[in-house]
């Protein structure tokens, strides 16, 4: 890792520590399904992706013309639409009049042209919102799973060239009601500020999210076996020797950064896989948040 990206990410980490999130009006809230499993990191070349975490499934499906949701860009949207509706405790969510200020939420700045901004915004939010969610719980004994897509309807009367300029209509996401009754009833509580340090890795997104979550409910000592968080994080790497030895190396890279964001996380990484001892959590001031 660079030295300027570790100096980048202690500061960042120095000034999350000096306020709490909620005072820092930093607080939001991730979906559990999401945290549990990942979405693809890169572009995926099927319709169709799989991760999975023990007993738990994510399964995505997508319309060949439009494609499955990929990178950083879903990871926070789906962060912005789970806060605010925990926030508003309403599904129907209002973006904003100006792409703009959205695209200043997400931590984005608008750029056009072929590999800008706004065109990958726009294409990635039309993956997320078109394509459908399964998430599956298997025992030898039993199978429970749900259905659904995170938006019913979008309404985006956004100018793409012209950012700044205020629509004649508010542009608004409306949740599906499976998805919107999910995140109120088990969000997961991060820091957004961590979101922004980490954006330009969707695997650290996801490791920082997740790991989040576990320390939030860890109740004793706990070691992940490598070949199982490859299953979950290992988007592109061979179920092989060599293929876990990769995803290994990548997968620690990744955590160091994280660990720079969130320095109380008590981990170890052996030869087998991932030690997590339980830890302060990266969010204090939540309670009342359903886990299980």
Known sequence: MKIEKINHLISEALAIEAEDAKEA???GFMARALALATMPHSKPDDNEFTRTNGLFTLTML?????????????????????????????????LGHTLSSFMAQLDLTPTGGRWGTIPRLKDQMTRLFSCSVTASYDTPAQHAHQSFFLAEKAELWWNPKSPEQAALWQSNITLSQPFFTEVINHPIPID???????????????????????????????TIPWQALQMQFGAGYAPTEQGTRDFKKRYLDQLKKVCLIYPAANV?????????????PHVQTITGIATE
């Open 268 to 280: 170890k990484p052996t030869t087998h896989g991932l030690t997590l001892k339980p830890s302060r």
């Open 62 to 94: 997508a319309r060949k013309a439009v494609g499955l949701p990929y990178g950083t860009v879903p990871r926070l949207l789906t962060a912005w639409v789970t806060t605010e509706a925990v926030r508003t405790k309403e599904p129907v969510l209002t």
């Open 25 to 27: 009006g930093a607080l």
């Open 192 to 222: 957004l500020r961590a979101l922004k340090a980490l954006k330009r890795s969707p695997m650290a997104l996801d490791i920082y999210t997740w790991l989040t979550y576990r320390m939030f409910c860890l109740k004793r000592e706990t």
